[in-house]
């Protein structure tokens, strides 16, 4: 260290606010003259006099594509939770590196295997959901784990790639390996990692919410389509105003309103949280209000110009215009092309 101009214990970059979890610091020396290295009797000996050239310090870090994709699940509202046979304060200096737990100030919580395995059923539960890392697990407890935040209705996705991961990955929705993994959890992954890293997982994530979030709107333009024709057609036919479009002009407002559009969707859909509102509600929110809205102005534009003309094709072809123009508009509403313009 003195030769080196560096002060006992300073470390070499200050790169990182955590401590290494391993680390091994070797010294590079020269020795001007030919010197053995053993003695007579062959114990090593330190030959005198050597010049110290560089330290290499080897530590066990996190891969940088890790801490990638754990803050993006992270901000994706992924909970994460290791299970882990390592002491947990070194369990929790990984999770640290890696991004999380350590943004927010809230505290990760740990329990250990022998301590799940002496709680009830119900406090078994909650401890499941409440702790992020479980040290010294055994396999069994691994996948009663599992089990118990799928009771709670939670989707689980185990990422393993030992024999010991098998009970947890066959508990979970979905078990993720990767190619170098043990024939036994190959056997039974959902989803294979052929890179061997973490990264693949990330673009799993982004197909995954555009298809989602894709569906969901496609879903609710259809639906919004069947809500505003089912009033419509209640209310001009029970009135005894005659029904308010032809057949083919029904087909055009489909074709215009929902089958191109759901089509655009599926391509225009990003990626991004999907809400995890029960799917009722959140189809209700933007169903019903668009639905009524739609009928009640279809139901106008049909009463005037049936009116005013006295004809009911003339007030049939208003109502089609009127409905295709508004499928449209809520196609916009749904999916803006300017951020904060979104009707939920």
Same mark, same amino acid.
């Given at each position: 260290d003195q030769v080196l101009g560096r002060e006992e214990g300073t470390p070499e970059s200050g790169e990182h606010d955590v401590q290494p979890i391993e680390e091994a610091v070797y010294m590079v020396a020269?020795? @001007?003259?030919?010197? @053995?290295?053993?003695?007579?009797?062959?114990?090593?000996?330190?030959?005198?006099?050597?010049?110290?050239?560089?330290?290499?310090?080897?530590?066990?870090?996190?891969?940088?594509?890790?801490?990638?994709?754990?803050?993006?699940?992270?901000?994706?509202?992924?909970?994460?939770?290791?299970?882990?046979?390592?002491?947990?304060?070194?369990?929790?200096?990984?999770?640290?590196q890696a991004g999380l737990g350590g943004d927010d100030g809230t505290p990760l919580r740990a329990v250990s295997g022998p301590e799940l395995a002496t709680l009830d059923r119900e406090r078994f539960a909650r401890a499941a959901v409440e702790n992020t890392i479980f040290d010294t697990m055994s396999p069994r407890l691994e996948g009663q784990v599992v089990d118990a935040l799928r009771a709670q209705g939670q989707s689980v996705a185990v990422v393993g790639d030992g024999v010991n991961d098998?009970?947890?990955?066959?508990?979970?929705?979905?078990?993720?390996?990767?190619?170098?993994?043990?024939?036994?959890?190959?056997?039974?992954?959902?989803? %294979?990692?052929?890179?061997?890293?973490?990264?693949a997982l990330l673009r799993v994530l982004d197909k995954g919410q555009r298809i989602a979030n894709g569906l969901l709107d496609i879903l609710k333009l259809y639906l919004?389509?069947?809500?505003?024709?089912?009033?419509?057609?209640?209310? %001009?036919?029970?009135?005894?105003?005659?029904?308010?479009?032809q057949s083919k002009q029904g087909s055009l407002i489909t074709l215009v309103s929902v089958i191109l559009p759901s089509l655009a969707l599926s391509l225009w859909a990003p990626a991004g949280v999907v809400p995890r509102t029960h799917l009722g509600r959140l189809l209700a929110r933007f169903v019903a209000p668009a639905a009524?809205?739609?009928?009640?102005?279809?139901?106008?534009?049909?009463?005037?110009?049936?009116?005013?003309?006295?004809?009911?094709?003339?007030?049939?072809?208003?109502?089609?215009?009127?409905?295709?123009?508004?499928?449209?508009?809520?196609?916009?509403?749904?999916?803006? @092309?300017?951020?904060?313009?979104?009707?939920?």
């Open positions: 020269y020795c @001007p003259e030919r010197v @053995p290295l053993h003695t007579a009797e062959g114990m090593p000996a330190l030959p005198e006099g050597l010049l110290p050239l560089c330290r290499l310090r080897y530590s066990e870090q996190v891969r940088p594509e890790a801490v990638e994709t754990v803050r993006a699940f992270s901000q994706s509202g992924v909970e994460m939770k290791v299970f882990t046979q390592d002491a947990p304060e070194r369990t929790l200096a990984v999770i640290r098998l009970p947890a990955m066959q508990q979970a929705n979905l078990s993720i390996t990767q190619q170098s993994s043990s024939p036994a959890a190959l056997s039974v992954a959902d989803i %294979i990692l052929l890179e061997d890293s973490s990264q919004n389509q069947v809500g505003y024709l089912t009033l419509l057609i209640l209310v %001009i036919w029970g009135a005894g105003l005659g029904f308010p479009y009524v809205t739609v009928s009640v102005a279809a139901v106008l534009v049909y009463i005037i110009f049936l009116e005013m003309s006295g004809e009911e094709a003339y007030a049939q072809l208003a109502v089609t215009y009127t409905l295709v123009i508004s499928g449209l508009v809520l196609v916009v509403l749904r999916r803006p @092309p300017v951020r904060g313009l979104t009707l939920v």
